[in-house]
């Protein structure tokens, strides 16, 4: 029971503004309503609606990092959330209390069904090594972002539901009519972000993981994208060589995507590059692809983002970089 003050519903959410901003409202219980009135509990007597003096809330269930803090457990720790599963990433002295930090993600969070462990990347696809440890006992997931829908198995397709912002970010940079290339699509969150938002030409999806084919094929029919997104299994060397000339590629292979970076740059304008870099070295990152782009006959300019921090000494950097093949000098 608590005191409570009824307001119009039409001056709510004014009112609660105010009882938060002046430490009046209990927070940790829920708010009610009716039809014509909402319900707020209340510390004292408040001159914002009509006064009650005592009313029945419910309390509201605490997230999981109040129950991690209220059981002395470690409130730090990376946590993706695709679809209904929870992946954790534990550092060795946190992993001990793996059983109890999943067991309250269970009961605290209705939505996940699974808690995995990331035990890092693994082979040549560069998946998650992932180990369930609580809830049922699968890998794949249906997993929303924008309104797309995305199929994905995380023990067999890499995603990052981190990258949604970037994802959005770079559609919007995507003119009408124009062809990008996805050089490592995996489920085909990027093109299937810019299809639907972009209205472009054409998208070329490819990857060499026949599982992220799978994936990305279904993902495409599931959106009505069909006629937009070509998804091609194959080794992005090679396959980009036979596509046409790209307004946009994009390139999010971090870890390896410097290996393939003189093929993007003799095919498209612009280029949306990621790699795990160094802290404090992304420049030199940027010098070294526009002295490797002055090699093959093009000027480059960039922009240098840090999407994210990777480990304690290295970030995940995005770079726009701009393409332009550099004129011949005529008197040669």
């Known amino acids: 029971m608590a ?10 959410e004014e009112v609660r503004k105010k009882l938060i901003e002046e430490g009046l409202l209990i927070q940790n219980l829920k708010i009610k309503r009716s039809k014509e009135y909402v319900y707020f509990p209340v510390r004292e007597h408040v001159p914002y ?9 419910d309390e509201k269930e605490k997230n999981y990092t109040e129950v991690l803090k209220s059981k002395g457990l470690p409130l ?26 999943s067991k309250i993600l269970l009961r605290h969070n209705r939505h996940i069904k699974v808690v995995c462990l990331d035990k890092g990347i693994k082979d ?93 094929k ?58 795990i870099i160094e802290r404090g070295k992304e420049m030199e990152k940027l010098k070294e692809i526009k002295k490797l782009g002055k090699e093959l006959g093009y000027k480059i300019d960039g922009k240098i983002r840090i999407i994210g921090g990777y480990s304690s000494s290295k970030n995940k950097v995005a770079m726009d970089l701009f393409i332009r093949r550099m004129q011949k000098d005529k008197n040669i």
């Open 76 to 101: 730090h720790i990376p946590i993706d959330f695709i679809g209904d599963i929870a992946i954790l990433r534990l550092p060795s002295n946190v992993e001990k209390f793996r059983e109890e930090i």
């Open 3 to 12: 005191k409570a003050i009824a307001v119009e519903r039409k001056k709510a």
């Open 124 to 216: 040549e696809y560069r998946i998650r090594n992932i180990e369930i440890i609580a809830g049922e006992k699968r890998t794949e997931t249906m997993h929303i972002e924008y309104g797309i829908k995305m199929s994905i198995d995380i023990s067999k397709v890499y995603f990052s539901p981190r990258l949604a912002g970037e994802r959005m970010r770079v559609a919007k940079q995507i003119k009408e009519g124009s062809i990008v290339i996805d050089m490592f699509t995996g489920a085909a969150p990027f093109s299937l972000v810019i299809g639907k938002y972009s209205n472009p030409k054409k998208i070329y999806g490819i990857d060499i993981n026949p599982f992220a084919i799978k994936y990305a």
């Open 49 to 57: 609606g009509k006064f009650i003096q005592s009313m029945e809330f």
């Open 218 to 275: 279904a993902n495409v029919s599931l959106n009505k994208l069909d006629g937009i997104i070509e998804i091609i299994e194959g080794d992005a060397m090679e396959t980009i060589k036979k596509l046409p000339h790209a307004n946009h590629i994009i390139m999010n292979l971090p870890h390896k995507s410097f290996e393939f970076l003189p093929y993007a740059i003799e095919k498209g304008d612009v280029i949306h590059y990621y790699e």
